[in-house]
């Protein structure tokens, strides 16, 4: 059974800055992708980013250029740095891990950020 920690999340000021990690309980490089999805009150969930074994990146458009997605394969681990931080930020981070069509997903860490 894979499984997802997420952890690094809180409370932050607008214009802040958050690392968020996801720890697998096993090698990353057994998925194909990985990242960082988040759902906001009320609304759906939507991709933040996507890092592949080959280390090719994927942002969502209201992130990019203010996020970054990384991965230290040593630690199975992979990382949401989060700067300029925006109300709109506001919401549940959950990490995904995917394997072929399989998806799996960690518990969820809150990011909220509020003056």
């Known amino acids: 059974q894979v499984q997802l920690v997420e952890s690094g999340g809180g409370l932050v000021q607008p214009g802040g800055s958050l690392r968020l990690s996801c720890a697998a309980s096993?090698?990353?490089?057994?998925?194909?992708?990985m990242g960082w999805y988040r759902q906001a009150p009320g609304k759906q969930r939507e991709l933040v980013a996507t890092?592949?074994?080959?280390?090719?990146?994927n942002y969502a458009d209201s992130v990019k250029g203010r996020f970054t997605i990384s991965r230290e394969n040593a630690r199975n681990t992979v990382y949401l740095q989060m700067n300029n931080l925006k109300p709109e930020d506001t919401a549940i981070y959950y990490c995904?891990?995917?394997?072929?069509?399989?998806?799996?997903w960690g518990q969820g860490t809150h990011v909220a950020v509020s003056s």
């Open positions: 995904n891990a995917r394997r072929m069509s399989r998806h799996y």
């Open positions: 096993e090698s990353i490089f057994n998925f194909n992708d």
């Open positions: 890092i592949a074994v080959g280390d090719s990146t």
